[in-house]
């Protein structure tokens, strides 16, 4: 059963409690997947230090309010001879295991989409 949209919704986390549940997350679903010792820590240096780390750029994804999937968006400018273009890269994609093959991360990643078009990034590399 796919679930509905009323049981899985998409927000841009704006608090410190859902930067926790989006970061322990994405420990959850990539440690079982990755044998560094240092994961926790290269996990948060990369969402931490990033110089153009938001809050907002972390959409967390919730299936009957308990997050359960993520996505983090990365903007950067790129030169590219005289012009600079604002582009963003999109990171830790993930879902809970058991929501997994229902569509729901393509429902997450046309959310991602949209808002880097609404915030004038004019490049979207995926």
Known sequence: MIPTMRE??????????????????????????????????????????????????ILLAKYKGIPAGLIRIVPRELCRGDKVLSVAGISSVCLLPEL????????????????CKGVGLSLIHI
Not at 16 to 42: C, G, H, K, M
Not at 100 to 115: D, F, H, P, Q
């Open 8 to 57: 899985f919704t998409i927000e841009h986390i704006c608090t410190e409690p859902d930067y926790t549940a989006a970061f322990s997350l994405a420990l959850s679903v990539f440690s079982s997947q990755n044998s560094s010792i240092d994961y926790r820590d290269n996990k948060f240096f990369t969402w931490d230090e990033d110089p153009y780390f938001k809050y907002e750029n």
């Open 100 to 115: 997994r093959g229902k569509g729901l991360s393509v429902t997450l990643m046309k959310e991602a989409i949209r808002y």
